[in-house]
């Protein structure tokens, strides 16, 4: 059974169709990265599974429940969580409170600004356990704001992770990043997700390493439409994959 399901799922405006007729699914525990040329639709879509944008056409399941209408707190309510292609924090935040908002949020204090004792002390034990698994406790005291963008990206993955999903949307999780962070990130997640098996990820990457790296399939969009879905090997061999993303003509 998919823990995602994706049906048709299209976007047009005007006369522009950024994403037509995509058929997307991620089974529990699996990671599946969705790649594609500049303009193919990625964002587009993970902006539709999210809710951050309103289909055309088609629907989304998530855990069998069809939500495409629902607004992204309500979707991470549910076990999706995501993080973004331009990183997303409470800069004025220190990296410790950005991560207890996070573990916070899970429960039934999510919404009170005083939380009490025992679930405050609750929250910030285990925001600096996930700070001491990708190596920011020693930076728990300082402003998001303040940390290198390599430090941020993480300090956005691990805020994701601590609301705990089902199904994490990573969104360029390595962009920007140096080749040496890059392969540390790629570590990282890799040994998160063996710690977190029933955890599944849907990747949007242009870092082809970083996707052949994590990726247990691979969907490949091209001007918007789904043109390759399979396990890396299929889709690196694949004449239609090469010569739309990495522009290889083939006779």
């Known amino acids: 059974m998919s823990l995602l399901e994706c049906v048709g799922l299209t976007k047009r405006w005007g006369a522009l169709t950024a994403v037509n007729n995509v058929d997307l699914t991620v089974k529990p ?4 990265a969705l790649i594609g040329p500049n303009g193919a639709g ?3 879509v993970f902006n539709l599974i999210a809710g951050a944008l309103s289909k055309t056409a088609g629907t989304v399941r998530f855990r069998g429940e069809q939500v495409e209408s629902l607004p992204a707190y309500s979707l991470a309510r549910k076990g999706l ?3 973004y292609q331009i990183t997303c924090l409470l800069p004025q935040l220190t990296v410790l409170e950005n991560v207890r908002v996070a573990a916070q949020a899970r429960g039934p204090a999510r919404m009170s600004p005083f939380p009490s004792r025992s679930v405050s002390s609750m929250t910030t034990d285990e925001a600096m ?3 001491n698994r990708v190596g920011l406790a020693g930076a728990a005291s300082r402003l998001a704001g303040e940390l290198s963008h390599g430090d ?3 300090l956005e993955i691990v805020t994701a992770l601590a609301l705990r999903p089902q199904l994490v949307l990573l969104d360029e999780p390595t962009q920007g990043m140096s080749v040496e962070e890059t392969r540390g990130t790629v570590r990282l997640l890799k040994s998160l997700l063996e710690e977190n098996a029933d955890m599944a990820v849907l990747l949007v990457e242009h870092d082809l390493e970083v996707v052949f790296g994590l990726a247990d399939r691979i969907v490949v969009l091209d001007q918007g439409r789904k043109i390759a879905d399979g396990v890396p090997e299929q ?3 694949d004449p239609a994959v090469q010569q739309a993303y ?4 083939h006779a």
């Open 81 to 83: 969580s995501r993080t």
């Open 152 to 154: 941020q990206r993480l």
């Open 42 to 44: 990625k964002s587009t």
């Open 235 to 237: 889709v690196r061999d």
């Open 246 to 249: 990495l522009g290889v003509a």
């Open 129 to 131: 356990e996930w700070l």
């Open 29 to 32: 525990g699996e990671v599946v």
